[in-house]
């Protein structure tokens, strides 16, 4: 419980730097499309880092259920690839990040079933 709260925490915290980064230091840099792709990543990487609060939360009722955790690491596992790869292509404009993010969005839907089917199992 305690990790998944110290990874939302700190996920939040990265997320609303880089949302003001973009905000203010990139906005007379990039391109309003690479600026709207930066923001798309904040913009996921903070939805998913509250996530991970939630599944910190979960475990509290729901100790034993693994799956929250395998579900909190892929929601995890999609901040770094989706968010991610955002982040590099609007930084570096170079377009070879872009097919990285499906992956990564990909783990933020199989992360959120993965959670639904652990409660359920629980009930």
Do not use: D
Request: proline residues 4%; glycine residues 14%; aromatic residues 14%.
């Amino acid at each position: 419980m305690k990790l998944f709260a110290m990874l939302g925490a700190i996920n939040m915290a990265l997320g609303v730097i880089l949302g003001a980064f973009g905000a203010h230091a990139l906005k007379a840099r990039l391109s309003p499309e690479m600026l709207t792709v930066f923001q798309t990543g904040v913009q996921y990487h903070i939805y998913h880092a509250l996530g991970l609060f939630m599944v910190a939360a979960l475990l509290i009722p729901y100790p034993n259920a693994g799956g929250l955790r395998t579900g909190g690491w892929i929601l995890f596992a999609g901040i770094l690839l989706f968010s991610g790869s955002l982040y590099l292509m609007a930084l570096t404009g170079i377009r070879w990040f872009g097919p990285i993010t499906p992956i990564g969005g990909a783990c933020f839907i199989i992360g959120w079933i993965w959670i639904f089917w652990a409660v359920l199992r629980e009930l």
